[in-house]
């Protein structure tokens, strides 16, 4: 693409010649000084436009990470080389993502001739999923400064825009890191299936006496006891809803289904690091099918099913999904339900529940709106706020009583606003490990 455009100064130029035209118009003697200035002004452009036609346009050359963390400023660098045999004079607007916000564009600078110099800019990326660089566009301006041409130099560039995993790892992790410290060894073995020997030590104050290890103790002349650790090799599987539900968003801006893959990243990165498998079905929209593996790249993989899926405009069909995840795994698994339900999918939410758990153990996360919570605890002062206190109070006194239904079915159910859920996630897997229901 290239465009020409007059600079400032012919503009100030040819209006200051009209001028004197105007007033050749009335005085004879201004005549020669209008044609003369006429005739100069016309060689100056001319051969100023044909200096710039000749002049080619730097070389650009970005560099970008292939992959942006959601709502981090990030930095990008622009590497110019000018190749004309002389100076430049150009402005420059980097062709970024049409969604991301940028600081630092656009960027005015000039390159001697044969000379290299760099452009930094800082973008930050609201969502998730692909963007693109669609290269960069340049106003060069000729020698004299009479023009300039617009050029599209440089590559595109295609980049993949991620859950801020960092922000998960560093602030949610802290939170929940009580709970983390409670998975792993333990010193009590429990009554059941849950739990694999992992080493003999010396006998402490507080061991259980069926702990002990005779054999090893008439070796030593000493009390050993025996260690247990939580089972490995068990299998976590999360059932993502990307329907119409998940659109809903909070005061923050983030939508129910962003703060539900934070909290899904959290745990699967907890789950894989005890030993465990980790899978996803996603539905609603979006069909994502992940089978539970067992690797150190897990959470990798997941970010790259993950990444660019956004809630539909579809309703979820909580029953087929279950009905689906029942057929792909049949081995018993924690299926951990992320959704966001209202009344009127209370009952289809209810048989899903009916079916998973003839095999499954499961753990639905029903997201709640943070507005209600606000509702519920503002002050009431007039009759408006009252019947909106009444209102909410008894919508959710019937989720509650849904809640219950689930929990009679041997569900174990949150019922929370999104930003309390990576956390909570973290804490009710960590008390299914250590009581062995798996």
């Known amino acids: 693409m290239s465009a020409l455009s007059p600079g400032r100064p012919l503009l100030l130029a040819a209006g200051a010649w009209t001028a004197i035209g105007v007033g050749a118009a009335w005085l004879a003697v201004l005549m020669p000084l209008w044609q003369g200035a006429g005739v100069l002004l016309a060689a100056l452009a001319g051969a100023d436009l044909w200096l710039l036609l000749r002049t080619p346009p730097p070389q650009v050359e970005r560099r970008v990470s292939a992959i942006l963390p959601q709502g981090v400023w990030c930095p990008v660098q622009l590497a110019l080389v000018n190749t004309a045999a002389r100076p430049l004079r150009l402005a420059l607007h980097d062709l970024h993502p049409a969604d991301a916000e940028v600081a630092g564009l656009p960027a005015h600078l000039r390159l001697g001739a044969g000379a290299r110099a760099e452009v930094g800019y800082r ?54 890191s009580d709970h ?24 402490r104050r507080g061991d259980s006496l069926r702990h002990i290890d005779w054999k090893a ?18 299998r976590l599987v999360f059932l993502l ?38 899978g996803l079905l996603a539905y609603g929209g979006s069909e994502r099918w992940l089978p539970p593996r067992q690797a150190p790249d897990t959470v990798q993989r997941l970010l790259g099913q993950v990444f660019d899926l956004q809630p539909s405009l579809a309703v979820a069909d909580h029953l087929a999904a279950a009905r689906d995840l029942l057929l792909r795994q049949p081995r018993r698994a924690l299926v951990v339900f992320l959704t966001n339900s209202r009344d009127e999918d209370q009952a289809e939410l209810l048989r899903a529940a009916q079916v998973l758990r003839r095999r ?5 996360a029903n997201l709640r709106e943070a507005a209600l919570d606000e509702v519920v605890s503002a002050p009431v002062t007039t009759a408006a ?14 989720r509650a009583r849904q809640h219950e239904r689930l929990m009679h079915l041997g569900c174990r159910v949150l019922d929370l606003p999104p930003a309390e859920l990576p956390a909570a996630l973290v804490s009710s897997y960590a008390r299914i490990k250590r009581s062995a229901l798996l």
């Open 123 to 176: 973008l930050k990326a609201p969502s998730r999923g692909p963007r693109a660089f669609a290269g960069c566009d340049l106003r060069v301006q000729s020698p004299l400064g009479l023009w300039g041409r617009r050029r599209r130099a440089g590559a595109g560039r295609r980049v993949r825009v991620y859950p801020n995993f960092a922000a998960i790892e560093h602030g949610t992790l802290l939170a929940a």
């Open 180 to 203: 983390r410290a409670g998975l792993g060894v333990r010193r009590q073995r429990r009554r059941g299936t849950g739990a694999q020997f992992h080493q003999l030590r010396e006998y």
């Open 385 to 398: 706020a009252a019947r909106r206190f009444h209102a909410v109070q008894a919508y959710l006194d019937a």
């Open 217 to 234: 103790t008439s070796r030593m002349r000493k009390p050993i006891t025996r260690e247990y650790q939580d089972e490995r090799d068990q």
């Open 360 to 364: 499954h153990l499961l753990l639905v």
């Open 241 to 278: 809803d990307c329907g119409r539900r998940m659109r809903h968003r909070d005061r923050d801006g983030r939508c129910h289904l962003d703060e539900a893959l934070n909290a899904l990243l959290l745990l699967a990165s907890v789950a894989v690091r005890q030993g465990d498998a980790v």
